[in-house]
């Protein structure tokens, strides 16, 4: 097993930079200029300087080794440094945002905890749901539970967010005006009133994304606990006289959750990378907002930066899912 | 009865229905039989004659829908396994009927241990302790004759060859002494030598324990081997039912005798045995209104189209308790005895 972590580790190094050559060299192909940006009443040569202490006129090569070497070396020392309250970067030049002109790491940390909260909440209230929901609909299918299901996963799945948030927003914030339409981040939590007001504010961003997360889940959920359910293992389960509650929830759940926990582990990277469109749409100032600002903004360090995150990410939660099958199923052995 | 013994287990006019989209399937019909203490009874059949589906509607293992157990009782120690309620039946299924299956390699649960697997139902019926259950457990996998029994408690269904598995099976089966073990096909699943492997097992199994014990098969040269009486199956129902030397000696159903014929002289010739019986086995799209062999019987006449026939004495005895078949033909006497195969 660790030879296969480590083989897979190793691996990974050069499809990560290959990913990172490609997504420096897309972004950069990109029309539209960082120097946009700069308001039109700041004079020629100062745009110029302005244009050149942001490197952007470097080679492509140059700009990819730099960023790589910032990336990789000066910004990890940077975070020890503000760890350990070491000094190991001297100075060192970081990745600067172009619009913001402030380290793109400071920004993705200042918008994180925003991400995380709601389309992390989301993530883990869809799991919560759609397991039980999953397990149900195929233990009693074609019963109303799995019809219900069935149509509410296929509505989930099929519309995007942008309309079931709109329509939500429509519905619950301006008619009825149970909720607020707009998510306040600047919000902190100091005390049960402002608790409560936070919550209040998750729950319809958290409803249109979990219920979107959720119908994948449990339509997953589903088909592997149905696919289990009609196993020979079941009927000997039951022969040895072993409850319901058992044999569904045991025999089958144990072996229908390893498709699923898979799933669920691939998804993950993107809670990180933010729901783009839940974000845009009930203005929440997180990663997905950062990255759509920045794209608008032709500021490349950040698309590129946030991009990559999200790339390692991926690999990374592969690899997890990997193992997770390999923990889950014994008949599964890597060496 | 014989022996003034009551029966450990009586099955009387089981009907079992699937439900399907196409129509009704009539699986089993008005099945009827008994099984003594410490008897084995072996049951043919053809492929799809209905003896799984029989088996199965006995401890309610089919699921409903599509079955649909119409009628019958199956008496356990003089209780109507139909009439119980779920809890009750759970503890009859695995404690005293243990059910081993025709596929050893799905039979067992993929994920979990071997181990786990057989003290799941010690420790559900005997309700024993973990360690008191392993205890069991390293027990029951020696009886079956897997060596080095405590170090496989811990390995998975898929670190077992397909006969080491059936063993499995037949453990978890026998965990807690049951009164009744139902074997559906055993050995089809595995190669000849395993087979015969098993089989002794079973034997010797059966004299050290005593359980009655249900041997379903295809091969009627298994249970010239090993059964005390034997039910043949056709279309749902049964069509012969004899002591084992009778019917080899004085076979009476066309099918049964057609059976005989296609068994190979010499063991190992596997290829000639069923198959070799023309035509198709019968449709069971409806409740049967005529014999259900006539298309492929020899010795068809009117009346097999018009009634179904009922099983009737061949020897004067009880029907059940000594040679009965279903058939309005009636077999010539048999000219000797000595063409017996048993
Ligand atoms: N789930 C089901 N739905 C519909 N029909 C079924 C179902 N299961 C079994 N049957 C039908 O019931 C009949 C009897 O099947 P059964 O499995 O008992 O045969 P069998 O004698 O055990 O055959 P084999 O020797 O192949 O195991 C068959 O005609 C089969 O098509
Ligand atoms: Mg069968």
């Known amino acids: 097993m660790l030879t296969y972590v480590l083989r897979r580790l190793f691996i990974a190094i050069p499809t990560l930079l290959l990913i990172s050559v490609v997504i420096f060299f897309l972004v950069d192909l990109a029309p539209g200029s960082p120097a946009s940006e700069i308001p039109l009443t700041v004079p020629p040569e100062v745009r110029a300087k302005i244009l050149e202490s942001l490197g952007v006129n470097a080679p492509f090569h140059v700009r990819y080794l730099l960023w790589l070497k910032q990336f990789f070396w000066v910004e990890p020392m940077y975070a020890i440094d503000y760890l350990f309250g070491t000094d190991y970067a001297q100075g060192a030049q970081r990745i600067i945002s172009y619009s913001s002109r402030s380290p793109v790491f400071n920004i993705i940390i200042e918008r994180l905890p925003q991400t995380l909260t709601v389309i992390g909440t989301a993530y883990a209230v869809a799991i919560l749901i759609a397991l039980p929901i999953g397990i149900y609909s195929a233990y009693r299918q074609y019963s109303w539970v799995d019809q219900l299901g069935t149509f509410v996963s296929m509505v989930g799945y099929s519309v995007p967010t942008f309309f079931t948030g709109v329509v939500l927003i429509v519905i619950f914030a301006v008619k009825l005006q149970w909720f607020p339409s707009i998510y306040d981040t600047t919000l902190r939590i100091t005390d049960w009133g402002s608790l409560w007001k936070q919550i209040h504010q998750m729950i319809l961003p958290v409803a249109v994304l979990g219920l979107y997360n959720a119908a994948e889940i449990s339509r997953y959920t589903r088909s592997s606990m149905l696919e289990n359910l009609s196993q020979d293992y079941v009927r000997t389960a039951r022969a040895k006289g072993m409850s319901e509650r058992v044999v569904v929830l045991k025999h089958v759940a144990r072996n229908s959750m390893i498709p699923v926990v898979t799933i669920i582990a691939l998804g993950l990277p993107g809670v990180f990378g933010g729901a783009i469109v839940t974000e845009q749409v009930f203005k929440i100032n997180g990663i997905g907002a950062a990255l759509i600002g920045a794209i608008h903004a032709n500021d490349l360090p950040m698309v590129q930066t946030i991009t990559f995150i999200t790339a390692i990410l991926i690999v990374t939660f592969n690899l997890i899912a990997d193992i997770l099958y390999g923990v889950l199923d014994p008949r599964i052995r890597y060496d | 009865m014989p022996n003034g013994a009551k029966p450990v287990l009586q099955v009387r006019g089981l009907k079992t229905v699937f439900r399907t989209r196409t129509g009704e399937v009539h699986a089993v019909n008005n099945v009827s039989f008994h099984l003594q203490r410490g008897e084995l009874l072996g049951v043919v059949g053809e492929s799809g004659s209905g003896k799984s589906v029989t088996m199965m509607s006995l401890l309610r293992l089919l699921p409903a829908p599509p079955a649909e157990i119409r009628a019958g009782e199956v008496l356990l120690n003089g209780r109507d396994l139909l009439q119980m309620g779920a809890d009750e039946l759970r503890d009859v299924r695995g404690g005293k009927v243990g059910f081993v299956f025709q596929d050893p390699m799905t039979s067992l649960n993929p994920v979990f241990t071997v181990g ?79 087979q015969a492997q098993i089989l002794e097992l079973v034997k010797e199994l059966r004299a050290k324990l005593g359980m009655a014990i249900i041997w379903i098969t295809h091969d009627l040269g298994v249970i010239a081997g090993i059964a005390d009486r034997v039910m043949v199956m056709y279309g749902g129902q049964v069509v012969e039912q004899a002591p084992v030397r009778e019917l080899f000696a004085n076979p009476q159903h066309p099918y049964t005798r057609a059976l005989l014929k296609t068994i190979p002289k010499i063991s190992g010739e596997r290829e000639a045995r069923l198959k070799v019986i023309e035509g198709q086995p019968p449709m069971l799209s409806a409740a049967p209104s005529a014999c259900p062999f006539r298309e492929r019987c020899e010795y068809r006449h009117d009346r097999c189209n018009a009634e179904n026939p009922l099983r009737r004495a061949v020897d004067g005895r009880e029907v059940g308790q000594g040679h009965d078949v279903a058939c309005h033909w009636q077999a010539p006497a048999p000219a000797a005895r000595e063409t017996a195969h048993a």
């Open chain 2, 116 to 194: 786990m697997q057989i003290t799941e139902a010690l420790r559900k019926h005997m309700g024993l302790s973990k360690a008191a259950a392993e205890t069991r457990a390293v027990e029951l996998l020696q009886l079956v004759g897997i060596p080095d029994a405590r170090k496989r408690l811990k390995a998975f269904p898929h670190q077992f060859s397909g006969g080491m598995r059936q063993r499995v099976m037949i453990a978890i089966a026998l965990a807690c002494d049951p009164d009744v073990l139902i074997a559906d096909e055993p050995t089809t699943a595995l190669d000849v030598t395993i």
